[in-house]
């Protein structure tokens, strides 16, 4: 199914934009890429993905059945997989599966999910993760080569956050060297899944590990479900969808039960712990955490995530925002373009800013993942904890407030934001699950509040903390910082705000704990401010790190990039001061006459930026087929493309709906 896009002029608006623009949009699209060869790399993909056509749908996916629409994103990532298989391998090295730019040209196949996304993106790595090289040589040529389609089926029913309570069982049997996989209850069975309600055939498994009668915790298992010919599911096992969801709609999340299902020893995922024959267990991890190892990775890469969706909601809301025109602002004159209203671009620059900070932030997040996990290897874990604290504030806040500022991208739109042809509510709904899965925002931000309390408690004693808590060896014993209007003074008041915020916290758990609570009461009752402290540590690593990335990508830059891109960093930190004047007042000595100097500095940042607005996200480079929006096309044909989708609805296959002669003239007729 091949849908012709008829070619347009670009809109007299956008073109009038487009000529305002006073830097190098492809210097700048070559730093959000890393670098003009991965520019290159990436548009030499895009090109095998996209050029063959096979991604455009026709009948819109959101007017098709649930089956249908199961059934077409199937079609689409068979054609997908393929041309990943057989051609973008060979571009960004096998390697590189999860690179963000097959994540690219997928969301040009499937404006929502494709049933396959969790087979590359969890069960791969899952593979890569916890497997021994011999388990790695047996499963990982398969699944690359889509031989087998696999899943990961972790959480529960009843349980998701807390997984040393999930409940399913791996017993040992040493007579038959084999693991019998049990679902004793109607909440442990496997919920959630993605691509395990029809797709996979395979998928990893979290259960209690059971030998010689003691139970040692959670472990990894690799588990046939299906009959690789037939599809059927095997004896033993009850699979199937979980229903219908505010997004993920073309997607099958699955449920999964076993009746004393039977798999082979080495089934297990044996890198960190094994079983013997004789069911003796031997643990080689040592952290005890390392079975979590999936998890942290998928936080990392979602930072990046969000700068991708962030930046196609800004593309889409910054674009329509240059061709729509509302209200007179003096008599008689013509209206205004929308995107020259101040609070207009006070919803919309922010969420330029957040993509870039959020797309340097991840390299520089992705690049101490890649360092630590290189220390693991060698069995240095010393750095995990500070990752895992790093890598679990990271994609709360960063999944938040990507969410946040879509949001705002579609009021910025109106009502044609609320269509779905606008593209905006899948972009919404898609990244509102990133909030919950891998790891809720609340229960990852206490993660972190966990560390940040040690690493004060050392602080305050005089001893060195690890690198992203370092602030607090010089702010833990501080009252309030000098507020100082330069970058450097709003990174430092974000980091004393911080310290700050965990030290009141540290102070909150001591005076409970002696006026008689235990500790993990009086953790508890300080839980809301543990939130609140993690969250402004995690905004102080974020200014802190963009800015550093920003100066250091830019070194070499033309001097009008260097503007810009100094610029949208200056909004993102005065942006985020002015959002946090309560703290600023309380953790530095920030006056009312500051505070409204950098209002004003603020509005006139919007002023300077907004010639560039519709460059910097021409920027991005995001194509239209990667978009799919009626607003958002680089033409910005707005209203012939929202006409265009409108005759696509089925309801207008027909003049007279069969529903007038059934119901509604009878009803008029006084015959019903
Ligand atoms: C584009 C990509 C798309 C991908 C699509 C993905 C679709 C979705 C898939 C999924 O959602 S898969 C399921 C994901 N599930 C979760 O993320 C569950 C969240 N829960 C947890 O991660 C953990 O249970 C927990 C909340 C971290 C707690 O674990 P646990 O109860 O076992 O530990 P604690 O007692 O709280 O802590 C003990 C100790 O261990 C440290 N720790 C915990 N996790 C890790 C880790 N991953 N790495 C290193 N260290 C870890 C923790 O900080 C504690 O340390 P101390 O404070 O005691 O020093
Ligand atoms: C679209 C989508 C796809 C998913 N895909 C997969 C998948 O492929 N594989 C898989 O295994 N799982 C998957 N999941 C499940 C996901 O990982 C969990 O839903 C997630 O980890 C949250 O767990 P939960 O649902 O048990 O929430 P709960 O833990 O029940 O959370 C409910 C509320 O309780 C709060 N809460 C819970 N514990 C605490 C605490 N200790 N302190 C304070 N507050 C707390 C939370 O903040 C939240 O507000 C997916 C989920 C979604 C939405």
């Not at 009038?16 to 006073?22: D, H, Q, T």
């Not at 899965?437 to 001893?463: C, H, I, M, P």
């Not at 003074?489 to 916290?505: D, L």
């Not at 530095?588 to 910097?616: C, G, T």
Request: glycine content about 6%.
């Amino acid at each position: 199914m091949k849908a012709n896009r008829p070619k347009r002029d670009v809109h007299p608006d956008l073109a009038r934009e487009r000529l305002k623009c006073n830097f190098n949009i492809e210097e700048v699209t070559n730093i959000i890429d890393g670098g003009k060869d991965k520019t290159l790399e990436r548009k030499k993909i895009e090109d095998i993905a996209l050029n063959n056509g096979a991604c455009l749908d026709e009948i819109p996916d959101e007017c098709l059945s649930i089956k249908e629409r199961y059934e077409n994103a199937i079609r689409k990532s068979c054609i997908y997989s393929n041309i990943v298989r057989n051609e973008m391998l060979e571009i960004t090295g096998m390697e590189n599966f999860e690179s963000p730019v097959l994540r690219r040209t997928a969301d040009a196949f499937f404006k929502d999910i494709s049933p396959f996304m969790l087979h590359l993106g969890m069960f791969v790595p899952t593979l890569i993760g916890q497997s021994t090289p011999e388990q790695m040589a047996e499963w990982l040529p398969k699944a690359l080569d889509m031989k087998i389609i696999g899943a990961y089926a972790q959480t529960e029913l009843g349980h998701g956050t807390f997984i040393r309570g999930l409940e399913t069982t791996a017993t040992y049997d040493p007579d038959k060297e084999e693991f019998v996989l049990h679902s004793p209850t109607i909440t442990s069975y496997k919920w959630w899944a993605g691509g395990l309600g029809k797709t996979a055939n395979h998928c990893v498994v979290m259960a209690q590990l059971y030998t010689q009668g003691e139970c040692h915790g959670t472990h990894l298992f690799i588990v046939q479900i299906r009959d690789l010919d037939t599809h059927m599911p095997l004896p033993g096992i009850k699979v199937g969808e979980i229903g219908p969801r505010m997004g993920f709609s073309s997607a099958d999340n699955g449920f999964l039960g076993f009746n004393s299902f039977r798999i082979p020893r080495q089934n297990m995922l044996m890198k960190h712990a094994k079983v013997e024959k004789d069911g003796c267990y031997v643990k080689s991890a040592k952290h005890g955490k390392l079975t979590y190892g999936t998890m942290v990775f998928i936080r990392v890469t979602l930072v990046s995530e969000m700068s991708f969706n962030l930046s196609k909601a800004a593309t889409i809301a910054i674009r329509y925002s240059a061709v729509r025109r509302q209200t007179e602002l003096r008599p008689n004159e013509p209206e205004p373009q929308i995107l020259d209203y101040p609070t207009q671009q006070h919803k919309l620059f922010i969420c330029i800013a957040t993509a870039h900070a959020f797309q340097l932030t991840s390299k520089w997040l992705w690049d101490t993942f890649q360092a630590v996990m290189a220390d693991v290897r060698k069995g240095n874990v010393d750095a995990l904890p500070e990752l895992h604290a790093l890598s679990s504030c990271l994609k709360a806040v960063s999944t938040s407030d990507a969410l946040s500022h879509i949001e705002q991208c579609r009021f910025a739109c109106g009502g044609h934001g609320y269509m779905l042809s606008s593209n905006l509510p899948f972009i919404y709904s898609f990244v509102a699950a990133t909030r919950t899965y891998e790891g809720d925002y609340t229960v990852l931000l206490l993660q972190t509040a966990r560390f940040l309390v040690k690493a004060w408690e050392q602080a305050e004693s005089g001893n060195n903390v690890t690198p992203t808590v370092a602030y607090l060896n010089r702010t833990a014993n501080t009252k309030r910082v000098v507020w100082d209007n330069t970058h450097e003074g709003i990174i430092q008041s974000f980091q004393a705000i911080a310290a700050g915020k965990i030290g009141q916290c540290v102070r909150s758990i001591r005076d409970r704990i002696k006026s008689g609570m235990d500790y993990e009461d009086a953790w508890l009752m300080t839980t809301v401010q543990l939130v609140a402290a993690a969250e402004a540590h995690c905004r102080a690593v974020l200014v802190n790190t963009y800015w550093n990335e920003m100066i250091r990508l830019t070194k070499s830059s033309s001097a009008n990039v260097k503007t810009v891109m100094h610029q949208l960093a200056v909004l993102y930190l005065m942006y985020w001061a002015l959002e946090k004047t309560g703290d600023l007042l309380k953790y530095s000595s920030v006056s009312k006459q500051d505070l409204d100097d950098l209002q004003r500095r603020y509005e006139e940042l919007l002023a300077a930026l907004r010639p560039n607005a519709v460059s910097l996200v021409d920027a991005f480079d995001l194509r239209d087929e990667i978009l799919h929006s009626s607003l958002g096309s680089y033409d910005g044909c707005v209203y012939e493309r929202l006409m265009e989708e409108a005759q696509k609805s089925p309801l207008n296959a027909e003049p007279v709906n069969p529903s007038f002669h059934k119901y509604i003239k009878p009803l008029m007729q006084g015959k019903l």
